[in-house]
């Protein structure tokens, strides 16, 4: 114990109600919503049983609403991706729960294995890809819920090749 502090705790600080915060029924916070996408996360027994794959298109359910939130689960076969979009006015949080995605930006191109987690703000722009030779299971929560989704023009796309090489445009 630290004696040189001015300030100490005498008692049973559980004792004193008003100097806690109330334990909340929602999350409302960037951490409170990546610790609810983490314990979703944890708990298999919570989205497993819905996962489906779909060969022509991503598979989605949507597993859960809350005031002002949504939580989703996206099922990827092999080569399916988002194509490049950002979430509007939603902020969100990407948990990687089977499987490996590529998220690709303008600033690079990151590998997401199982348990990687992504927060993002809104308008922030990525692809998500399934690059890999298995199938890939992720979470995804949306806050406030997911109203839409404008597409933009590929990464791929956006670099233009020049006499020294490729400048993105």
Do not use: K
């Not at 990546?34 to 819905?50: F, K, V």
Request: net charge negative; hydrophobic share 40%.
């Amino acid at each position: 114990m630290n004696m040189d502090s001015d300030l100490q705790i005498a008692g049973d600080i559980l004792e004193v109600p008003h100097l806690l915060q109330p334990e909340r029924a929602h999350p409302v916070t960037v951490a409170e919503f990546a610790g609810l996408a983490r314990s979703i996360a944890d708990d298999r027994s919570q989205w497993a049983p819905y996962i489906e794959y779909d060969a022509t298109t991503r598979w989605y359910h949507r597993l859960r609403t809350g005031p002002g939130y949504e939580v989703w689960l996206l099922s990827w076969v092999p080569g399916q991706g988002s194509g490049l979009h950002d979430h509007g006015v939603s902020s969100g949080v990407l948990t990687v729960l089977e499987g490996e995605l590529t998220e690709r930006t303008d600033r690079g191109v990151r590998t997401l294995g199982g348990g990687a987690q992504r927060v993002f703000a809104p308008g922030y722009v990525h692809e998500v890809v399934n690059d890999s030779l298995e199938p890939a299971v992720s979470l995804h929560v949306y806050f406030p819920g997911l109203t839409e989704m404008p597409m933009h023009e590929s990464v791929q796309a956006q670099c233009a090749p020049t006499a020294h090489g490729v400048v993105l445009a």
